[in-house]
Nanobody, 124 residues
């Protein structure tokens, strides 16, 4: 079974940057579509960004377009989320997820494997 481990979260001031990493354990994930989601207290888990297995298809939520960049290094078996120009409303627990679906999915229920999450806090 694939297990995903996120890292890179923390506390940052508004306008700052963070880079999240997600590395699976157990086996390679090069054939999986990968996604990043986030969940703020009292809110639903929302799609942030997704990338196809080849890296050729990428999608972003409107709220992060132009500020966040998702990428993957299949040789390193890692997916990244570069977050720039962070805002207080980006504060949430960020989750990495993997799906065997062939295309990027924006619905959490379409993902098969999840990490434990990493906290991102943006102060104003």
């Amino acid at each position: 079974q694939v297990q995903l481990v996120e890292s890179g979260g923390g506390l940052v001031q508004a306008g700052g940057s963070l880079r999240l990493s997600c590395a699976p354990s157990g086996r390679t994930f090069i054939n999986y579509v990968m996604g990043w989601f986030r969940q703020a207290p009292g809110k639903e888990r929302d799609f942030v960004a997704g990338i196809s297995a080849s890296g050729g298809s990428i999608y972003y939520a409107d709220s992060v377009k132009g500020r966040f960049t998702i990428s993957r290094d299949n040789a390193e078996n890692t997916v990244y989320l570069q977050m720039n120009s962070l805002k207080p409303e980006d504060t949430a627990v960020y989750y990495c997820a993997a799906t065997v679906q062939r295309t990027v999915q924006i619905t959490p229920g379409r993902y098969d494997y999840w990490g434990q999450g990493t906290q991102v806090t943006v102060s104003s």
